[in-house]
C-alpha cells in the first residue's frame, strides 16, 4: 500500500524565512500527489497537486515539484507568513481512485 | 456550493452509549470517505465508498465500528457502545473520479467519551 514519509516537526521559522518540508512516499503504480493544509479547529484543505512527473504544483505561493526519480514532492514556500502557521500533510493517491493514504503531518509555526 | 457537511461538530457521551456521525457529501461525487484523527495514531483511513458500495473496510478498527451509505447524499459511522479510546476527530471526505481528483473534507466532528 501507499505511504508517506514527512518530518514531524515542529518547524519553528520567523516570518519572511524560506520553508522546505520534504516528503518522499511509496506507491504501487503511478500516483498523483497532493498537499494538505489544516488549521486549527478545521479539515483538511487542498493546497495544491501534481498528477505527473516533473508537474510543478503551486498555490498562495507554495510550490512542490513531482520527482518520480527520487519519489519525492517536497513543498516550498520562499516567505513564510504568520497565517501559513498551520499542519501540513503530504499524500499520493492512485490512479485507481483509492483513498489518501496520510503521515501524521507536519506543523509549521511561523512567528513575527 | 456547500462543501461536505458533518454533523454534529461536537459529540460528548458516556462509555457503553451509542454514536451516530452523519455526513453530506458533494453533490455530484462518487467517492466518500471517512477518516479519523488522533494525537498519536494522526490521520487514519477508516473506510471508503464509491457509487454508495464499502470498497476498503480496512481501517476500521473493530466491530463496534461500522459505516452506511444508503444513498449519494448521505453516510453514516456508528459506533456501539462507544469507549473512551474512541474520542478523536473523524473527518468525511467526498471525491469525484479517479486518483487525480482532490479529496474534499468536512469540518470534523469531535468526539468525547468520557
Known amino acids: 500500500g501507499n505511504s508517506v514519509t514527512q518530518m514531524e516537526g515542529p518547524v519553528t521559522l520567523s516570518e519572511e524565512a524560506f520553508l522546505t518540508i520534504n516528503c518522499t512516499y511509496t506507491a504501487t503504480g503511478y500516483p498523483s500527489l497532493f498537499w494538505y493544509v489544516q488549521y486549527p479547529g478545521e479539515g483538511l484543505q487542498l493546497l495544491l497537486k501534481?498528477?505527473?512527473?516533473?508537474d510543478k504544483g503551486s498555490n498562495k505561493g507554495f510550490e512542490a515539484t513531482y520527482r518520480k526519480e527520487t519519489t519525492s514532492f517536497h513543498l516550498e514556500k520562499g516567505s513564510v507568513q504568520v497565517s501559513d502557521s498551520a499542519v501540513y500533510f503530504c499524500?499520493?493517491?492512485?490512479?485507481?481512485?483509492?483513498?489518501?493514504?496520510f503521515g501524521k503531518g507536519t506543523t509549521l509555526s511561523v512567528s513575527s | 456550493d456547500a462543501g461536505v457537511i458533518q454533523s454534529p461538530r461536537h459529540e460528548v457521551t458516556e462509555m457503553g452509549q451509542e454514536v451516530t456521525l452523519r455526513c453530506k457529501p458533494i453533490s455530484g461525487h462518487d467517492y466518500l470517505f471517512w477518516y479519523r484523527q488522533t494525537m498519536m495514531r494522526g490521520l487514519e483511513l477508516l473506510i471508503y465508498?464509491?457509487?454508495?458500495?464499502?470498497?476498503?473496510d480496512s481501517g476500521m478498527p473493530e466491530d463496534r465500528f461500522s459505516a452506511k451509505m444508503p444513498n449519494a447524499s448521505f453516510s453514516t459511522l456508528k459506533i456501539q457502545p462507544s469507549e473512551p479510546r474512541d474520542s478523536a476527530v473523524y473527518f468525511c471526505?467526498?471525491?469525484f473520479g479517479q486518483g487525480n481528483s482532490p479529496l474534499h473534507f468536512g469540518n470534523g466532528t469531535r468526539l468525547t467519551v468520557t
Open positions: 499524500a499520493p493517491r492512485n490512479q485507481a481512485g483509492t483513498a489518501l493514504i
Open positions: 471526505a467526498s471525491s
Open positions: 501534481a498528477t505527473k512527473a516533473d
Open positions: 465508498f464509491n457509487n454508495n458500495v464499502p470498497i476498503d
